[in-house]
């Protein structure tokens, strides 16, 4: 029996790269998938059924069941359709997988507020939209289920050229964290991915030349542990992975330092000189 035997799994932007992998794994191991891609280019421009089509007939191929939904989750009636498609197609739903995304990177003085927003209502909107819908429909079903973020390394540590995906993905991060708390009464776990991979959205970039060892095939794996009753009651948390290597992300708070003295207030003078000792892990 497969580790998602039973279950009914949504995978945003499964049509292709991450997504797609993982659509496949989640199959292969029982569930019935919905496979949403809205077939844009990678800037979020266009739209096309073939990417979606072609995971749900790669999934028919081996036995596996799977709907296509072509929706865009940057809206809350996109998200609430492509929950309803689980519904209405295998009358439940348990698993939400979003990964959906566009890139559209330019310096920060070069960025226009077209360009800033677009990336976040797919990344960061989108998210959140799913993940509503998602947890309603679970909620009415009884409680119990799992969603696994997307976020980036460019989220946790910030990266040259993209301040809208690095903000976005950050705030995948601090609404990773705020879901796993407010869900968790619903027995729904909420934790994210930070994946590395060479994909059609990734390949171009100077650290992925040469490179054919950062495979979606690498984080498909790690997606289907979260969302399988392997991962437990484990939330909130932030799996990395980039090849081979599996990692965890956390927010770190250093020891700082108490003053005493002048009613504890610390002077702009004080916090330079003690700086050292304030950031010290």
């Keep these: 029996m497969g580790l998602l035997e039973g279950k009914v799994a949504i995978v945003t932007g499964a049509g292709g790269g991450i997504g797609r992998a993982q659509a ?23 739209a096309s059924h073939e990417a979606a089509d072609a995971v749900v007939g790669a999934i028919g191929d081996f036995g596996g069941q799977a709907v296509a939904n072509y929706d865009s989750v940057a809206t809350v009636e996109g998200a609430a359709r492509l929950v309803q498609t689980a519904v209405e197609s295998f009358q439940a739903v348990h698993i939400l997988v979003n990964n959906a995304g566009i890139l559209r990177d330019k310096s920060l003085l070069k960025m226009d507020e077209g360009t800033f927003d677009e990336v976040l209502a797919v990344h960061l909107k989108g998210a959140f939209f799913c993940t509503q819908a998602f947890a309603k429909q679970v909620v009415r079903q009884g409680g119990g289920g799992r969603v696994v973020m997307t976020t980036s390394v460019s989220g946790m540590l910030g990266n040259f050229g993209q301040a809208n995906f690095s903000a976005a993905k ?30 059609r959205m990734t390949e171009d970039l100077p650290m992925f030349q040469g490179i054919d060892s950062l495979t979606p095939d690498h984080i498909a794996p790690a997606a289907l542990f979260l969302a399988s009753d392997l991962c437990g009651d484990r939330t909130g948390h932030v799996m990395a992975c980039a090849g081979a290597r599996l990692y965890a992300f956390k927010v770190v708070e250093t020891p700082g330092r108490f003053k005493d003295a002048d009613n504890g207030i610390w002077t702009a003078q004080e916090i330079a000189s003690h700086w050292d000792a304030l950031v010290k892990v």
Excluded at 24 to 46: I, P, S
Excluded at 170 to 199: F, S
């Design 24 to 46: 496949l794994l989640f199959a292969r191991e029982g569930a019935r998938v919905v496979v949403n891609d809205l077939g844009c280019a990678r800037d979020g421009t266009g």
């Design 170 to 199: 950050a705030g995948v991060y601090g609404l990773t964290r705020t879901a796993a708390i407010e869900l968790q009464k619903h027995r729904i776990t909420v934790n994210a991915l930070a994946p590395i991979a060479k994909t």
